[in-house]
């Protein structure tokens, strides 16, 4: 059974009842890169950090050491539109983990030392990204399809802009984006739900700060063919080929996510699988992915592999797009994709703390949520034709195509 309510200062709760002894909770605040101005960039990721560093109660070691003191966990990341809080823990220690979130999100101290020394850390950490071409593509990626606009720009942001960071500027930012209002405090475990209220009413019941909210701007994306090669002296070419997709919204991002599935999922089976790596044995991994945000999306299809064989794996990836545009699936072999599809989702909604941050991103964007039960009878009611319409939408014009050499 899953539960929500709002506090007065307007912070929404949403919570999942578990029979498991572990709980998970946290807050995902919507607030993210996109979220900053010209000169922050980087600074959603940077009050991540800081707020690990201490406050008015704790230094750094002392958050460290709360949860982990009883055999918990505490973790956060920042993505492009939102920054998660969040715990894993015994049941019983649930107030333990309200309490030291509410007094990291509200009462952080940010130290100009410690802010001095957390620059130098994240100066590493965008160092060691730059030396791993499998992710820095995607990011590079998203950066060609959104130039210009919020969402294309590191998450990590720049050295520039971080070299430049105050406590003044951190402060504004978390005065302008960290307001309850733009908080979901999510959970799940065995605690009943009336405890769950009552401890965030004791330390999540502040007055939220009365500012303008900044409204997210959505991309204006041409459609246009745009190929672009970077020199990394990489062993293997890393190649992306993309299309800008609709937003999380869309009525068709189910059929979206299917698709996705058969042509390049996380399976073996998957029609890019089973012809760049199986029949020819050209790259060791391959795979496409969708990236859905609240106003737009990305699909993308990655792989890495023999730089003498980049333009044949790029036909054959072009070759497996032109199958599905070319006929609707067969019956079977559409009922087989939603068996596969489902099965997946069933077991990783074994894996708790995924599905605890899946259903508090969703609350978070639509104000609902949906079961196990309620997805499968979402994927059910796809069709052959649903399906072959998306494909063609989405694969009409030129692709978008980056390379590293």
Same mark, same amino acid.
């Given at each position: 059974m899953?539960?929500?309510?709002t506090l007065?200062n ?6 999942r009842e578990?029979?498991?002894?572990i709980?998970?909770c ?13 000169a922050?960039a ?5 009050v %991540?950090? @800081? +707020? #690990?560093?201490g ?13 982990? =003191? ?25 107030p ?6 509410a ?11 410690l802010i001095?020394?957390e620059r ?5 950490e ?11 593509i995607?990011?590079?990626? %998203?950066? @060609? +399809? #959104? ?15 971080? =070299? ?5 500027q951190?402060l504004s930012?978390?005065?302008r ?18 405890k ?14 009365l500012v303008?909210?900044?409204e ?15 020199e ?9 080929i ?16 299917l698709?996705?599935?058969?042509l390049g999922g ?5 029609r ?11 790259v060791?991994?391959?795979?496409s992915n ?7 999306g ?5 792989f ?5 064989q980049?333009e044949r794996?790029?036909?054959?990836v072009?070759?497996?797009i032109?199958?599905i ?6 019956p ?10 489902k ?8 894996q708790?703390?995924?599905y ?7 609350y ?9 039960d309620?997805m499968?009878?979402r994927?059910?009611?796809i069709t052959a ?7 063609r ?11 590293y050499?």
């Amino acid at each position: 059974m899953i539960h929500t309510d709002t506090l007065s200062n307007g912070l929404r709760i949403i919570h999942r009842e578990s029979p498991s002894e572990i709980s998970h909770c946290g807050i995902v605040v919507n607030t993210g890169s996109r979220d900053e101005y010209p000169a922050e960039a980087g600074m959603a990721h940077f009050v %991540e950090h @800081m +707020l #690990f560093k201490g406050t008015h109660r704790r230094r750094a070691h002392q958050i460290a050491a709360r949860m982990e =003191n009883v055999g918990g966990e505490l973790n956060a990341y920042t993505t492009k539109e939102e920054t998660f809080y969040y715990a894993t823990f015994l049941g019983e220690y649930f107030p333990r983990a309200v309490e030291l979130l509410a007094d990291m999100l509200f009462h952080s101290e940010f130290s100009p030392v410690l802010i001095e020394r957390e620059r130098e850390v994240i100066l590493d950490e965008i160092n060691s990204y730059q030396d791993d071409p499998a992710e820095l593509i995607w990011d590079d990626f %998203e950066n @060609m +399809l #959104f130039a210009g606009h919020d969402l294309g720009h590191y998450i990590l942001g720049e050295p520039e802009t971080l =070299n430049r960071f105050t406590r003044d500027q951190i402060l504004s930012f978390m005065e302008r984006q960290y307001q309850p209002s733009q908080m979901v405090f999510f959970s799940s475990g065995r605690t009943p739900f009336h405890k769950v209220k009552r401890h965030l009413e004791q330390h999540f019941s502040v007055t939220p700060s009365l500012v303008e909210e900044r409204e997210r701007r959505a991309p204006e994306i041409i459609p246009q063919p745009v190929k672009q090669q970077i020199e990394k002296n990489t062993a293997q070419s890393h190649v992306m080929i993309g299309f800008p997709v609709f937003s999380m919204h869309h009525p068709q991002r189910y059929a979206l996510l299917l698709m996705n599935n058969i042509l390049g999922g996380g399976s073996l089976n998957s029609r890019l699988n089973a012809s760049l790596r199986e029949k020819y044995g050209l790259v060791y991994h391959v795979e496409s992915n969708v990236t859905l945000y609240s106003d737009t999306g990305l699909f993308a299809i990655y792989f890495a592999g023999d730089p003498q064989q980049r333009e044949r794996c790029i036909r054959l990836v072009r070759k497996e797009i032109n199958r599905i545009l070319e006929k609707e699936l067969t019956p079977f072999q559409l009922n087989l994709a939603k068996r596969q599809w489902k099965g997946q989702l069933g077991i990783a909604a074994e894996q708790n703390e995924n599905y605890t941050l899946a259903m508090a991103k969703r609350y978070l964007h639509t104000g609902g949520y949906l079961s196990l039960d309620e997805m499968f009878s979402r994927i059910d009611a796809i069709t052959a034709e649903e399906l072959h319409v998306t494909a063609r939408e989405l694969f009409a014009g030129e692709h978008i195509e980056l390379s590293y050499l």
